[in-house]
């Protein structure tokens, strides 16, 4: 499974970014799928994640704010973010789990300013 994030870049508090991750190299609708971050000094969270069937969870800092979704169709994860916080400025990975496996993407960059 490869992975390609987008989406990432510089926004100010309040703002809306939506990141996209591409998958390639297996079937997609059976892919569990993810979003981790990671900011400086500190250890990679889980974000939001989202099941082969679109059940969704997420990290008790973003609900309300975030929306994880799929689009098969697309072979294509999102992630929705609006009201974001100075806090939420990381990197963001997405995360891609088959058969118990986990493959990542390179990270994409947010930014939240004052």
């Known amino acids: 499974v490869q992975l390609q994030a987008c989406g990432g870049g510089l926004v100010q508090a309040g703002g809306s970014l939506r990141l996209s991750c591409v998958a390639s190299g297996s079937p997609f609708s059976i892919i569990a799928m993810a979003w981790y971050r990671q900011a400086p000094g500190k250890e990679r969270e889980l974000v939001a994640a989202?099941?082969?069937?679109?059940?969704?969870n997420y990290a008790d800092s973003v609900k309300g704010r975030f929306t994880i979704s799929r689009d098969n169709a697309k072979n294509t994860a999102y992630l929705q973010m609006n009201s974001l916080k100075l806090e939420d400025t990381a990197v963001y990975y997405c995360?891609?789990?088959?058969?118990?496996?986990?493959?990542w993407g390179r990270g994409t960059q947010v930014t939240v300013s004052s």
């Open positions: 989202i099941t082969s069937g679109g059940s969704t």
């Open positions: 995360n891609g789990r088959l058969r118990g496996s986990p493959y």
